[in-house]
């Protein structure tokens, strides 16, 4: 039950470099087309759809606070 979450980051890993080194094609809409599938056919076999949501969520924020921190150190300030 734990490996859940890292099985499905290390998909859409795994699935957007096989995409784009390999068959040359568009990694993020490959990462796309396999969540599509999968939220038609996982759902009904994993456990608790909360416990995904709710670590999701918790992934999405940490990657949005990482993200603008490092777009915030990024700001070139003009000298005077």
Known sequence: PGTR???QVAGSYICFYV???IFAASGVMAVVTMGMFLCM???TV???QHVF???WHALEWCF???L???AGKQQV???A
């Open 5 to 7: 979450t890292p099985n």
């Open 19 to 21: 995409a784009e080194a």
């Open 41 to 43: 056919t996982f759902w």
């Open 46 to 48: 994993s456990a608790d």
């Open 53 to 55: 949501s709710a670590t």
């Open 64 to 66: 949005n606070t990482v």
């Open 68 to 70: 603008f921190q490092m």
């Open 77 to 79: 300030v003009p000298s």
